[in-house]
């Protein structure tokens, strides 16, 4: 939450802190270990990941914009 | 690009952080955060292509280490672009503002001493190499009452969330956050059915918990339990660290929401 106040403070709300707690998670999920490269919900779930995950999250709390639907081709 | 030394406008931040160790940027650049001010350390001003590529997967993945981009980058994990990492040197990286501040402790108060006794370590998680065998739980509350996740805001207080139960699986590592409006018993086993389900839906049964005391010693709590043909397992009365493990889930996520 420092990051998104330092860049974005006109935004920045202390009350959203569930949200920035879940994104965590999800991150610390999703993440591979540096040492073995698997990810601890791959470990949990027996399962095995392709970290698009990863490829497609953005930081917390940057801008986002919702794209209209007559905009789309 | 114009460069200015300029006050935080933040004014909690402005009062924490020293002026030295920040500027300003101001000015048009193709950074993530176009169009706003931008903190830097000084010597983040020209960083090479690598280096944004680097800092722009610091900020994406969470504040985690620089070294554990290099390694991901190497493993193939992330894209093409950032295979480019494995030429730089790990002493090259850039500064993060966020992260200087956010990984600031308290002080130690020297009264009490810690002493770790290497024969013990890591004896709670013992024999547990099956996902569901022993799950770790402990509460956490917070002051500021935080957004509900579904609504626009407009919530009264008392219906906000004021805290949260941490599942934290021992063999696994797997950590589960489930939110509460309240810390009472009926949120703590609406939480607990509602991890017990997320659990079962990735193929997990959950046999048993370890919690310390307090509301996972209630008598519902405990029917809960039994009604599921689970066991738990308490820590001792003021011994936290039996339940470390949820105490303090890992350091990344203690304290990666802190500079995200």
Partial sequence: ?73 | MAFARQEAPHSWLQSQLPSSNYIVLQGRGRSHSQGSLKRAYPSNQNLTPTQKIWQCWHFKLGHITYSHIQKLALGGFLDRVSMGLLRTKIAGHPKCSACQFGKQTRLPDETTTTIKREGHLGSLKEGQLKPGDRVFCDQLESRVRGRLLHTAGRKLDKDRFCGATIFVDAASGYIHVEFQVTLNATDSINALDSFERSSLHMGVAVNSYYTDNGIFKSKRFVHEIMKNSQSIRYSGVGSKWQNGVSEEPSPSLRLMPAPL
Wanted: proline fraction near 8%; hydrophobic fraction near 40%; charge should be negative.
């Fill in chain 1, 1 to 73: 939450m420092i990051h998104a106040a330092l860049h974005w403070p006109e935004v920045e709300d202390a009350s959203l802190w569930p949200l920035a707690v879940s994104h965590a998670m999800q991150l610390y999920n999703h993440t591979p270990n540096s040492s073995s490269g698997i990810a601890t919900i791959e470990v949990f779930t027996h399962t095995t990941s392709d970290c698009q995950f990863l490829r497609n999250c953005h930081p917390w709390g940057c801008p986002a914009y919702v794209l209209q639907p007559r905009f789309v081709v």
